[in-house]
T-cell receptor
């Protein structure tokens, strides 16, 4: 059974600070990792994906992957109130067209 | 820009009705997926398809069927709707079964079965 674990939160971060969201996964064969943002009542929106160990930066967002520890994280720099949302971690176990396994999400609140 | 559309944003059906949820993507993606999302349970995969007329069961296929007659369209069918199928239904697509696994979601259909 493939599992993706996230702290449900809420995680409260002051505006302008760095928000750090974490995710662990159970399947060592996992190859691809994704972060989605979901506002209340809306569908998930892809923020970033990462395939290799290390860091990947895109604007204010940095994804970090450590396959040995089966751990992936998302850092949001200079957090804004508009970043308040639920962040979903998703994992693909490599090869084939099967779906992603999603964590249940972390609810992030950016306090003005 | 990837565009995934779903036929309805909100739908109310009665127990026992046959329900069709339609999804269309305009980016020539190979793969299409149906998920449902429930509070406390997260996103769960119902069915997916990697080619026209091909379908694979996901984690929770019971009570559902799917149809993919054209590459751009993937339909989810509830043969006899039940109250435990009240949920948010999300369609997604991704480019290829051999890489580019990132999925793009439609706006969702909130289905209520009474």
């Amino acid at each position: 059974q493939k599992e993706v674990e996230q702290n449900s939160g809420p995680l409260s971060v002051p505006e302008g600070a760095i928000a750090s969201l974490n995710c662990t996964y159970s399947d060592r064969g996992s190859q691809s990792f994704f972060w989605y943002r979901q506002y209340s009542g809306k569908s998930p929106e892809l923020i970033m994906f990462i395939y290799s160990n290390g860091d990947k930066e895109d604007g204010r967002f940095t994804a970090q992957l450590n396959k040995a520890s089966q751990y992936v994280s998302l850092l949001i720099r200079d957090s804004q109130p508009s970043d308040s949302a639920t962040y979903l971690c998703a994992v693909h176990s490599g090869g084939g067209a099967d779906g992603l396994t999603f964590g249940k999400g972390t609810h992030l609140i950016i306090q003005p | 820009d990837v565009k995934v559309t779903q036929s309805s944003r909100y739908l109310v059906k009665r127990t026992g009705e046959k329900v069709f949820l339609e999804c269309v993507q305009d980016m020539d993606h190979e793969n299409m997926f149906w998920y449902r999302q429930d509070p406390g349970l997260g996103l769960r995969l119902i069915y997916f398809s990697y080619d026209v007329k091909m379908k694979e069961k996901g984690d929770i296929p019971e009570g559902y069927s799917v149809s993919r007659e054209k590459k751009e369209r993937f339909s989810l069918i509830l043969e006899s709707a039940s109250t435990n199928q009240t949920s948010m239904y999300l369609c997604a697509s991704s480019l290829s079964p051999f890489g580019a696994y990132e999925q793009y979601f439609g706006p969702g259909t909130r289905l209520t079965v009474t």
